[in-house]
């Protein structure tokens, strides 16, 4: 894909170097009461699904609701298969879904691969949103041996009908920290268009050395990728954004945090996975005081000025 900004670097930052607007005006509503994490929610016309990390009997959990802000019903399971080169037990997380101009639904995923065990990403299709979804393919879509497993997929569809994968490398404790990567997706939205490109990196402390589940929104005048930091069984994992004037970037992060545990009111613990979608953005948190489920929350959000805010 090869992006490339036309706008030097320095400019850049001195642009989007704001502080994000993350005062809640009112408290987050809770739509799962449930496990159900790293959640991707799809607006279409016959209402909103929601997606997540399999759980116990589930490969991909399953939601759906006539509103976005419910009532929301667990549905069962999106996925009807266990593709060719993933461990059945090897649990299948984060998954993403966006339907193509042919009207085809994709659901992208991580897996356990067969051979070595690292997470991988891979895709499957659908004619209805709900699915089932059958794999595309023998092999995984993504799987670079460097990147010590990759996971957390997220479309990202630009005004021009141009269709992205982000991920997340997870790097290695002995190596490079983890990054998010974007690219370019042909109509059939599983064969890449050109290579990949580097969005960001866990270069802050307060990240320890994890970024992951993008989001990107476009605005007005630039593109927002959300996206979590700190180890997700933290209490100090937590939401931040970063800005740019192309989705090539170059992408500043913001000061601070846009969602967190403290910022909340202690009213979700651990807030992340978040995805922006029709005026909201869903994320999971903690339930229960405990480290067993996450449920799925929302809040309002808009963008004045380009730049996000709560409530």
């Known amino acids: 894909m090869g992006f490339k900004s036309l706008v030097p670097v320095a400019a850049v930052a001195a642009a989007f170097a704001m502080a994000p607007e993350a005062a809640a005006v009112s408290a987050p509503r809770l739509l799962i009461n449930q496990d159900f994490p790293d959640p991707d929610v799809v607006k ?23 509103a976005a802000d419910g009532p ?27 339907q193509l101009a042919d009207g085809t639904f994709v659901l992208y995923f991580a897996a356990a691969q067969t051979a070595g ?15 089932p979804y059958t794999p595309a393919g023998d092999r995984p879509l993504v799987c670079e041996p460097g990147d010590h497993g990759d996971i957390d997929p997220q479309t990202f569809v630009d005004a021009d009908g141009s269709r992205y994968l982000l991920y997340k490398s997870d790097g290695a404790a002995t190596g490079p920290p983890s990054a998010i ?33 993008p989001s990107v929104v476009k605005t007005g005048s630039r593109y ?16 931040c954004y970063a800005a740019a004037p192309t989705l090539g970037g170059a992408f500043v992060k913001a ?24 005026g909201h953005i869903f994320f999971h948190g903690w339930l229960g005081g405990g480290r067993t489920a996450r449920g799925l929350y929302s809040l309002p959000i808009t963008f004045p000025g380009d730049v996000p805010q709560l409530g």
């Open 72 to 98: 929301w019903r667990v549905a069962g399971d999106a996925l009807g298969a266990v593709p060719a080169w993933a461990k059945p037990d090897g649990g299948f997380w984060a998954p993403d879904v966006t």
């Open 44 to 66: 279409t016309a016959s209402g909103y699904f929601a997606f997540a990390t399999g759980t116990k009997t589930t490969r991909i959990a399953l939601a759906t609701a006539a």
């Open 255 to 278: 000061d601070g945090r846009f969602l967190s545990t403290e910022l909340l009111g202690g009213k979700v613990d651990a807030p992340g996975g978040a995805d922006v979608v029709d």
């Open 181 to 213: 990567w974007a690219q370019k997706l042909q109509a059939d939205g599983r064969t890449f268009a050109g290579p990949r490109t580097e969005l960001l990196r866990a270069d802050l402390t307060a990240e320890k050395s994890v970024v992951e589940a």
């Open 224 to 239: 927002l990728l959300f996206y979590s930091a700190d180890t997700f069984e933290s209490t100090g994992y937590h939401t």
């Open 117 to 131: 065990g690292e997470m991988c990403l891979g895709a499957a299709t659908a004619r209805k949103p709900e699915g």
